[in-house]
Nanobody, 124 residues
Framework: QVQLVESGGGLVQAGGSLRLSCAASGRSFSRYRVVWFRQAPGKDREFVSAIIWSSVSTYHADSVKGRFTIARDNAKNTMYLQMNILKPEDTALYYC?????????????????WGQGTQVTVSS
């Protein structure tokens, strides 16, 4: 089993930055694909960014490319999402998720473990 705990959300003005963290316990991330999704009120859950732990390959949704960066700290078993130039449309509950199975990076049903989410609110 893997337990995921997100942190780092908050309220920020448009143009500002936040860094989200996702700490894993119970098992090393070394063979996992780890991802951030977000969900705004009344909308479907949306893929944001992903990292393949072993290769450090990264993927980003078009809506966040050039603004968000995903990284991992192997020693801390923690993943980070650095969010810059935040926009009001980035407002959502952000979840981290993980899986050791193969699958589609952007598909939420392909992930087995989920955190509780951390709220990001961007004011205009």
């Amino acid at each position: 089993q893997v337990q995921l705990v997100e942190s780092g959300g908050g309220l920020v003005q448009a143009g500002g930055s936040l860094r989200l963290s996702c700490a894993a316990s119970g098992r090393s991330f070394s063979r996992y694909r780890v991802v951030w999704f977000r969900q705004a009120p009344g909308k479907d859950r949306e893929f944001v960014s992903a990292i393949i732990w072993s290769s450090v390959s990264t993927y980003h949704a078009d809506s966040v490319k050039g603004r968000f960066t995903i990284a991992r700290d192997n020693a801390k078993n923690t993943m980070y999402l650095q969010m810059n130039i935040l926009k009001p449309e980035d407002t959502a509950l952000y979840y981290c998720a993980a899986t050791s199975r193969s699958g589609t990076v952007q598909r939420s049903s392909d992930y087995d473990y989920w955190g509780q989410g951390t709220q990001v609110t961007v004011s205009s």
